[in-house]
């Protein structure tokens, strides 16, 4: 499923969108602007603002709050990967270079409480303060996620339980508040933001899922470097399910070789082998259906809409995306 098709019917409410993303940045500093220019370069797919669009005409009438909302996700988030690159000291993200590649990790971690600064400053002087509420209380349970991985990464010693706590809170936490802010701007009440909430954070899930299969998929546009999660020692659903699956003997080895030979393509490869002759894959895509299925079920609690439609569209692309 093309994922341009899905976006095509809200184009014009993506290009009102950007408009207040990129007013909302800009800067007298003369570096500022060129870092800000050089992000803006890369909008991405677009995901998260088209979880926030969809969700708000799901629930109503798509407005200004709507935009605002999606573009404070979106210096939010932006910020958060701004700051993971200078954690995982990453030279690149999507095939292009970071900007603690470029211009050094003082600036990238200024750069991201610039846009942090600004997210929170542009729900304040609009007084959007319920959705400010939803994405602070984002902006920590990401935090503690990235931290509990941080924590796992050096004991190696993650479970099944582990990896999905993880995954909750950065990626399911993320698309939850996309999708809970995108109701709240349309002043859906609390049962349908409640709902839009726990969709999001299915559907969250299910889409990190992807990623982590995508990751051990060698895929010419992915833009993602293969294995890159066992070379920054982030044990994934597809490896922890063949880890567990093993005599402790062969477990031990192959956590000796993620420690001390991350770094080494043969090594890497000879683990991407490895979980791909397991069931590791096939395991982690049973359990992307398990949640992209939950998603969908609490959608069945709305009437039926252009947006619902939608919806679905974006949960069945992400079972065969290949970026």
């Not at 003997?249 to 090594?267: A, D, G, L, T, V």
Request: hydrophobic share 40%.
């Amino acid at each position: 499923m093309n994922l341009y098709n899905i976006k095509k019917p809200i184009l014009k409410h993506l290009v009102t969108y950007q408009k207040i993303l990129t007013n909302a940045i800009k800067s007298d500093v003369p570096l500022l602007n060129n870092i800000l220019n050089y992000l803006e370069e890369e909008k991405g797919k677009q995901i998260r603002p088209m979880f926030v669009i969809f969700s708000a005409g799901l629930c109503g009438n798509i407005n200004i709050t709507t935009y605002r909302a999606a573009a404070m996700i979106e210096l939010l988030h932006t910020a958060s990967l701004l700051h993971d690159d200078v954690v995982d000291n990453a030279e690149e993200r999507r095939g292009k270079k970071t900007i603690n590649n470029i211009w050094q990790n003082k600036i990238a971690i200024l750069v991201g409480d610039f846009l942090v600064s600004k997210g929170i400053l542009l729900g304040i002087e609009n007084k959007d303060f319920n959705i400010i509420s939803l994405l602070v209380k984002a902006s920590y349970e990401m935090s503690e996620g990235e931290l509990l991985q941080i924590e796992k990464s050096i004991s190696l010693n993650i479970t099944e339980n582990d990896y999905f706590n993880i995954i909750t809170k950065k990626t399911g936490i993320l698309i939850a508040s996309c999708c809970s802010c995108g109701a709240v701007s349309v002043n859906a009440p609390e049962n349908k933001i409640n709902a839009m909430y726990e969709f999001g954070k299915y559907a969250g899930i299910a889409f990190q899922i992807r990623d982590d299969i995508l990751d051990l998929e060698k895929k010419i546009n992915s833009g993602k470097h293969h294995g890159n999660d066992i070379k920054e020692k982030k044990l994934t659903l597809p490896l922890i399910y063949m880890l567990s699956n093993t005599s402790e003997k062969h477990r031990q080895k192959i956590i000796n070789s993620i420690k001390n030979h991350k770094q080494n393509p043969e090594k890497i490869n000879e683990i991407i082998d490895m979980v791909k002759n397991s069931t590791g894959i096939d395991y982690a895509q049973t359990k992307l259906n398990e949640y992209q299925n939950k998603a969908m079920n609490i959608l069945e609690q709305f009437n039926d809409n252009t947006f619902k439609k939608l919806l679905q569209k974006l949960l069945i692309y992400n079972s065969s995306r290949e970026g």
